[in-house]
């Protein structure tokens, strides 16, 4: 089975938000919940560099373990996800997640955030693939569908890459060989205790 | 592949070196002459070193989103936060309540109940007004539901989820955690009604040294002096004065996340201080509310009718009761009702 993972080149993100627009309107996720977002590191400086972050669906995921109703599941693709049936909005998995992921639709005075939302890996939740239900809790199944996330599969330089974790650190490894540089696997190392070539 | 990742390194590492004019400024810190030097590139492992010699070691950036928590990709603390929750914490609470009860148990199989020994006298005597018996009822009974919704928080997907299934104890839980947070403002208000009530009898005095020198007279049958509190009394007032008001406060952070304290290190901290002052005081209540109902004999009355026995108060509280029976003493304050020795 792959072992599902996100890597952003930074080297080659532009910064143009078409992966935070494109799970947008995929998944119809609501105002205020951003599944994924852009972040610039030394904004205007010399080596300034943009990545798009995510879930990153971690192995020994935090969010799993700090959860107090253990709504947190991974796939056979290691894909993590939950389960907003069971999910009581309790914030916790936002104080773990080393990625900032989580997200809730309210602000949370009294504790009323409202059930998680996050990047589902373009998997959907634990309702049957691609019913109405499970798109209304969780978006889009493209992986059911054999697809890949939308964020990577329509990035315009090709900065983001999803897939098996193998495949995607070689073509990344490939990459920094043949053009002589590179700025890393921005999160790998938290994610997954793993480093990637460069 | 390993060879391989070695030999990128090796290439980038001259890169970087070559590429050293360029400065490179981290948005969370500004690189001190006494601090090393920031990276000269934005390399993620070079950053991820030179953020870990830097505060909060969070890798903090600029978005367009209006969200400022969305600006840190990367917090490392979430790890470490994930390992103190799993480890350090519930081995704290396990060995502090479990460590308690058994703690009362033993007490309770060896020694028993502390019995009144000269037997009960027959009259009564006002030891509590009905504000201060409010007082330790609306904190008592805020704190039972705060520590057992709280408990839940922490133990309840490893005890209670298998018993009763997924779906009743997402219910329960969802349940539990509005009583958590609206208990909360009866159980400060409480703490903050007992602060104000029993300060003037809780101030530590010589009395109380010589009580703790005896044990407080639990290891034999030694009853030490005490005024209206004795010393064990005492720590319990104060723990929970400070260790309900630590509570309190972080509580409040916990309910306003990022509103009272802006920092997810901040937030981290509040819920770490939160579960962990609380299981404290969740063991010394055990030991509290053992010695104020089966551990004593005539405790119980005390703080349910406001009055207790007098020969218990004689051989517990000896110096308080000659304070309240005989008015002409210094700092004595009559209670309403009480008459004077003489008129026995």
Same mark, same amino acid.
């Given at each position: ?198 | ?154 133990? @309840? ?73 004795? @010393? ?42 939160? @579960? ?69």
């Amino acid at each position: 089975m792959a072992r599902m993972k996100f890597l952003c080149d930074a080297d080659r993100c532009i910064e143009c938000n078409a992966c935070v627009t494109a799970c947008k309107n995929e998944h119809e996720v609501p105002w205020g919940i951003n599944r994924r977002r852009v972040v610039t590191i030394n904004d205007g400086k010399p080596g300034e560099r943009s990545i798009s972050m995510a879930c990153m669906h971690c192995t020994d995921a935090p969010c799993a373990a700090v959860c107090p109703v253990d709504c947190f599941y991974t796939t056979a693709d290691g894909v993590v996800l939950h389960s907003k049936d069971l999910c009581i909005g309790c914030g916790y998995c936002f104080y773990a997640c080393p990625f900032g992921a989580p997200q809730y639709p309210r602000l949370g005075n009294f504790g009323s955030r409202g059930k998680m939302d996050k990047c589902t890996y373009c998997a959907g939740g634990p309702e049957a693939d691609n019913t109405p239900a499970e798109y209304a809790k969780y978006g889009a199944n493209r992986l059911a569908e054999g697809k890949l996330p939308l964020c990577a599969e329509m990035c315009s330089t090709k900065a983001l890459l999803a897939g098996d974790g193998d495949i995607i650190a070689q073509i990344y490894a490939e990459r920094v060989s043949t053009r002589g540089y590179g700025s890393g696997a921005w999160g790998w190392r938290t994610a997954y205790k793993d480093m990637v070539a460069g | 592949m390993n060879g391989f990742t070695l030999k990128l390194r090796a290439v980038l590492a001259a890169l970087v070196i070559c590429l050293g004019a360029a400065t490179l400024d981290v948005s969370t810190a500004v690189a001190q002459s006494a601090q090393p030097a920031a990276p000269a590139a934005a390399h993620e492992e070079v950053l991820f070193r030179y953020l870990q010699t830097q505060g909060s070691g969070n890798l903090v950036g600029r978005v367009s989103i209006p969200d400022h928590k969305a600006a840190t990709l990367i917090q490392p603390g979430g790890r470490e936060f994930q390992e103190t929750w799993r480890g350090p914490m519930k081995w704290i609470a396990a060995v502090a309540i479990i460590g308690m009860i058994v703690l009362v148990g033993i007490f309770y199989a060896v020694k028993g109940p502390i019995r009144t020994t000269s037997g009960y006298a027959g009259r009564l005597i006002k030891r509590f007004r009905g504000i201060d018996v409010f007082a330790h009822w609306l904190t008592a009974v805020s704190f039972v539901v705060l520590a057992i919704t709280g408990l839940n928080i922490t133990f @309840g997907r490893y005890l209670l989820l298998p018993l009763i299934g997924a779906e009743a104890f997402t219910s329960w839980s969802e349940a539990a955690k509005v009583a958590h947070n609206f208990m909360g403002f009866p159980f400060t208000l409480g703490v903050l009604l007992m602060f104000v009530l029993f300060l003037k009898d809780n101030i530590f005095d010589k009395t109380d040294l010589r009580w703790f020198a005896q044990g407080g007279g639990m290891i034999g049958h030694a009853h030490p002096p005490a005024r209206k509190f004795n @010393g064990g009394q005492k720590i319990v007032y104060w723990a929970t004065v400070f260790g309900g008001g630590a509570l309190a406060v972080t509580g409040f952070i916990l309910m306003f996340p990022f509103q009272i304290v802006t920092s997810i290190d901040g937030m981290q901290l509040a819920l770490q201080l939160h @579960g962990i002052i609380a299981f404290l005081m969740i063991a010394l209540i055990i030991g509290h509310i053992y010695l104020g109902s089966i551990g004593m004999e005539g405790a119980f009355r005390a703080m349910w009718s406001g009055k207790v026995d007098l020969n218990w108060a004689k051989e517990h509280h000896p110096l308080w009761v000659e304070e309240i029976m005989n008015p002409t003493r210094k700092d004595s304050s009559l209670p309403a009702g009480a008459k004077g020795a003489g008129a026995d």
